[in-house]
């Protein structure tokens, strides 16, 4: 985690131990009930609760992949 309490999203798929692709498929898919904040390169960010949310619904969302 940065200093400024997020999360990027290749830190948040090594946490998960997806792919980053996988996560940014689950947003463009709408499995998400959140959209991650933009740093100022436009790279997604995700924060502390989202992650937790993530890891909460992990097991669901790889099911739904087929």
Do not use: H, S
Request: aromatic residues 12%.
């Amino acid at each position: 985690m940065k200093e400024d309490g997020f999360f990027r999203a290749q830190q948040v798929a090594d946490i998960l131990g997806i792919n980053k692709r996988t996560l940014f498929r689950w947003e463009v898919a709408g499995k998400l009930p959140f959209l991650p904040a933009r740093d100022i390169r436009d790279w997604r960010i995700y924060d502390k609760r989202q992650v937790e949310w993530l890891q909460r619904n992990l097991k669901r969302l790889l099911q739904e992949r087929g």
